[in-house]
């Protein structure tokens, strides 16, 4: 089975061009908890990912990945 991505968190990093070595020193973790957050191996509790949105200075539903399915548009003509 596919591993499936839940978290945004690598996403955000990248946009904020902050790495995973720094969230860690931010948020008192070990930088490789944060790497297996980062890569979807494991996933932070929720009281964490409010720190971290709070530390990248985003909305916490940014750090996650919708569960409802893109809208589909029928054409009409």
């Known amino acids: 089975m596919a591993k499936k991505d839940i978290n945004r968190i690598k996403v ?3 946009e904020k061009k902050k ?4 969230l860690a020193g931010e948020l008192g ?3 490789a908890t944060v790497s297996k957050w980062c890569t979807n191996v494991s996933q ?3 009281d964490t990912l409010v720190e971290v949105s709070k530390a990248l200075d985003v909305d916490v ?3 996650l990945v ?3 399915e893109e809208p589909k548009y029928i ?3």
């Open 12 to 14: 955000i990093l990248v």
């Open 44 to 46: 932070p509790s929720l």
């Open 61 to 63: 539903r940014e750090l």
């Open 75 to 77: 054409r009409v003509e």
């Open 29 to 31: 973790k070990d930088p």
């Open 19 to 22: 790495t995973a070595k720094w």
């Open 66 to 68: 919708s569960t409802k």
